[in-house]
C-alpha cells in the first residue's frame, strides 16, 4: 500500500499537480473571488518552480557535490540504484532506450573502467505498477553492462527492490555476505543521494557517495533564468519529489 500510494497519490504534490488543481479550482468554481485566488496560486507555481535562478539555488543546496574517489586500500564494488536509466518503449524491443538518470550507469561504467570499482552490484527490479510499464531495469542495465564489455562475472543483481528503501534492504545480505572485504560506493543521482545514503547506513552499510546525475550548475547571472522554462520544471519536479520522499522515510524510520 506504501509503494502504491508513494507512486500514485505522488501527483497532487508535483509542480504539475499543484498548478493543474489550482487550474481546476479556477475552471468549477463559481465565487469569483475565488477563482482569482486560485489562477494566483497557478501563476504563482508556475513562476516559482520554473525559476532556474531558484531550483538551481535549491539543487546546490541539497545535492550532493561531485567527488573524486580516494585511493583504496583493497577492492570496492559500486551499487548502482536503478530508476529511470532506461526507458520503456514498445518496438524493437531487443534495443536499450537510456533514460534521463543513465549517468549513474555511465558513471559506474567509467569507474569500472578506470579500475576504481572491480565489481558492480545493480539494485533494482521492476518499478512500475503498470504492465505495460513492467520492465527489469536491472536486467537491462546488465545487459547494456555486457555489451559494454564488463564480465557477467563482475555483474551482480539485486532485482526485487522497488523503491530506495528496499534497495538498501535488498543489497545489504548480498555486500555482508559476497562482498565483506570490500569498499563500498554508492552511485545514484545527486538529488537523491542523501536518502539512499540514510537508507544504507540504516542497514548498517557504511558507503561512499558517488553522485551522478547532477540538477545543479554553476551559478550565473542570467536573467533568462528567472522565466519560466520547462527545464526548470522538470528540476523542481525531482527535488520536490525527494523532499517528500525523504520526509516520508523519515517519518516511517527508514532514514
Not at 531558484?54 to 583493497?74: D, F, H, Q, R
Not at 558513471?107 to 510499464?133: E, R, T, V
Not at 536573467?223 to 528540476?235: H, N, R, T, V, Y
Request: hydrophobic share 45%.
Amino acid at each position: 500500500m506504501f509503494y502504491f500510494l508513494s507512486k500514485v497519490l505522488f501527483y497532487l504534490l508535483t509542480p504539475a499537480g499543484l498548478v493543474v488543481m489550482a487550474l481546476i479550482v479556477a475552471a468549477w468554481t463559481k465565487n469569483h473571488a475565488r477563482r482569482r485566488r486560485a489562477i494566483g496560486v497557478a501563476l504563482a507555481g508556475l513562476f516559482l518552480f520554473g525559476n532556474g535562478f531558484l531550483t538551481n539555488e535549491a539543487a546546490l543546496w541539497w545535492e550532493y557535490p561531485p567527488v573524486t574517489l580516494p585511493a583504496a586500500s583493497g577492492p570496492r564494488v559500486g551499487v548502482v540504484l536503478t530508476g529511470g536509466m532506461v526507458k520503456v518503449t514498445s518496438e524493437p524491443k531487443n534495443r536499450i532506450y537510456l533514460g534521463d538518470q543513465a549517468d549513474r550507469l555511465g558513471q559506474a561504467l567509467l569507474l569500472y573502467k578506470g579500475g576504481q570499482i572491480q565489481k558492480i552490484l545493480i539494485s533494482g527490479g521492476i518499478g512500475s505498477i503498470l504492465p505495460h510499464d513492467r520492465i527489469d531495469e536491472g536486467q537491462t542495465v546488465a545487459r547494456f553492462l555486457r555489451t559494454a564489455g564488463v564480465p557477467a562475472q563482475d555483474i551482480w543483481l539485486e532485482n526485487h527492490s522497488r523503491n530506495t528503501h528496499e534497495n538498501a534492504l535488498f543489497s545489504a545480505p548480498i555486500l555482508q555476505k559476497q562482498f565483506r572485504n570490500y569498499g563500498y560506493v554508492l552511485i545514484t543521482s545527486a538529488w537523491h543521494m542523501r536518502r539512499a545514503v540514510g537508507c544504507f547506513r540504516k542497514q548498517g552499510i557504511a558507503v561512499t557517495p558517488y553522485p551522478a546525475a547532477l540538477l545543479s550548475q554553476q551559478r550565473t547571472l542570467n536573467p533568462g533564468q528567472w522565466l519560466p522554462s520547462e527545464m526548470a520544471l522538470l528540476d523542481s519536479y525531482w527535488l520536490l519529489h525527494e523532499w517528500i520522499g525523504y520526509a516520508t522515510y523519515w517519518a516511517v524510520g527508514y532514514l
